[in-house]
């Protein structure tokens, strides 16, 4: 049986809404309020929802770029939050990230040698010619040559610039790596090359993602199980197949119904969804989605469902009437 690699429990990050003369707390936004999941080695797992749900707050606390305000992150048995900072800098090694955006995401001011080999050099795994080479490698490695190595991040398109992003993640050899939405700002084309480039990346490396996306069809390409996210919460987990076979929560069935279909003869039912979701600063009562849910029912608005499941061994969902079509 695949050994659990990552395992999150009870995850919470929720941002202070500092006012008045002193900037004390007023309120908080409850970014991430309760999450919980795991990740095997070698899978990929997929975490979707809309903009602002809290995906990336996820992957970034999960690394602790941004500190959780609570919950356990366990990385290879061991409790990461337990970790003093000189302690995380080993940890980190194993932990990246490839970020959203391209072009912020890699400073202007230095070289694509210097950027991919500052890993090199913190974790004191190269330098000089070893490292020169190492970076070499790396660039072939993701489709580049030695001609990118002295340039600047400004003669690269996009595409290329996600490559190096993702050349700098691999210099350190990681376990795991937080896939932060790295096709959405890249043409159709070039997001193809960099899906496939990253599945092949992770059978030949044996990497670990957190596939962090909005857009439902390249979850469905590259995941092995999804989480569905809504308002700080997962609301549905499980193996890909099943849940595009049948979505047991009415937020998730809503977000497959509008999966665009390439043939224009064929046309698919749809439910808009009514209302704007909730501020996170003030979340609903019970189940988050109920103000927008087509089929609530009072207990909706009352109680919290639990995460718990329903039918199929690992598909679960929070949803008092989980399996119910929209």
Known sequence: ?????????????HFPIRGGVLGRAVGFVYAVDGVD??????????????SGCGKTTVGRCVLRLTEPTDGDIIFEGTNIMDLKPGEMTKIRAKMQIVFQDPYASLNPRWTIKDIVG???LL???????????????????????????????????????????????LASTPDFVVMDEPTSSLDVSVQAQTLNLLKTLQANLKLTYLFISHNLSVIKH?????????????????????????QLHPYTQALFMAIPIPNPELSRR????????????????GCRFHPRCPIAIEKCSKIEPELIEHGSPGHVAACHLAGQQI
């Open 1 to 13: 049986m695949t050994e659990t690699l990552l395992e999150v429990k009870s995850l919470k990050k």
């Open 37 to 50: 999941f795991s990740v095997k080695t070698g899978e990929t797992l997929g975490l979707v929802g809309e």
């Open 118 to 120: 500052e890993s090199l």
């Open 123 to 169: 974790n004191k795994i190269a330098s000089g010619e070893t490292l020169k080479k190492r970076v070499l490698d790396l660039l072939t490695l993701v489709g580049l040559s030695e001609d990118h190595m002295n340039r600047f991040p400004h003669e690269f398109s996009g595409g290329q610039r996600q490559r190096i992003g993702v050349a700098r993640a």
């Open 222 to 246: 590259v995941s092995d199980r999804i989480a569905v996210m809504y308002l700080g919460k997962i609301v549905e987990l499980g193996p890909k197949n099943e849940l595009f076979k049948k």
């Open 270 to 285: 749809r439910v808009v969804l009514k209302g704007d979701v909730p501020s996170p600063v003030n979340p609903p009562s």
